[in-house]
């Protein structure tokens, strides 16, 4: 009796997991961190893409926010020491709406 020989299961598992990260997707969201630090946003500038998370850290010892010029996206208050998410879709400036000269811009890269 002569029996058919099979490839491991773990080099087919191997073959098939090598397919599915290959242009399955195009860019894996990313989280960027923006630092609040003496009254700055540090990056100033920062470039995201379509689905991205930016973080925004505040290391001051006030409360601010990062609050998009046309409002389609805010941080709301930022507690000293605490941070907050958001999730920005398109380009624009930005600012914190206690300290109005504390400005910020997002490009959109990839498109
Ligand atoms: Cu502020």
Not at 29 to 57: K, M
Request: proline share 7%; with cysteine.
């Amino acid at each position: 009796m002569m029996r058919t020989p099979r490839p491991h299961p773990a080099l087919v598992a191997a073959a098939l997991l090598a397919l599915a990260g290959c242009g399955a997707r195009e860019h894996q969201p990313e989280r960027h961190t923006v630092v609040i630090r003496n009254f700055l946003f540090v990056p100033a500038a920062e470039a995201v893409r379509e689905g991205d998370e930016v973080l925004f850290l505040n290391h001051d010892a006030v409360p601010h926010t990062a609050t998009a010029a046309d409002r389609s996206w805010d941080t709301g208050n930022i507690p000293a020491n605490g941070s907050a998410v958001v999730r920005v879709g398109k380009a624009g400036t930005y600012k914190c709406a206690y300290h109005p000269t504390m400005t910020g811009s997002i490009t959109m890269a990839g498109k």
